[in-house]
């Protein structure tokens, strides 16, 4: 039986790994801000700067949920997921093979 709720996984998670990874979070977003501001680029600073936020808030989120999906189903699915993996990849690989020019 799944419940919504279980006291077990709160109380046998890692909270130092996740203190750890929004700390490494903090501080990169800290790094960025300043390594942005340092230069007069504009409106490009906080683009760069909000893209950072959106991608780490994004894949937080991603992580905790997933945290809460039993493991059976990420076992029954490992086919599907590791297929999307190397499309994604793949698709990847071709974006940056079309970008990629000659300097010389």
Do not use: C
């Amino acid at each position: 039986m799944i419940t919504v709720f279980d006291r077990r996984l709160f109380e046998n998670f890692d909270w130092g790994l996740i203190l750890i990874t929004v700390l490494i979070g903090v501080l990169g977003l800290g790094v960025l801000y300043s390594a942005v501001n340092a230069g007069d680029s504009g409106d490009v600073k906080h683009v760069l700067f909000q893209k950072q936020i959106i991608w780490i808030t994004g894949s937080f989120i991603i992580v905790l949920i997933s945290l809460f999906v039993p493991y059976k189903i990420f076992h029954k699915g490992s086919f599907m997921l590791v297929l999307l993996e190397n499309t994604l990849n793949s698709q990847l690989d071709k974006d940056k093979d079309s970008t990629v020019t000659d300097i010389d």
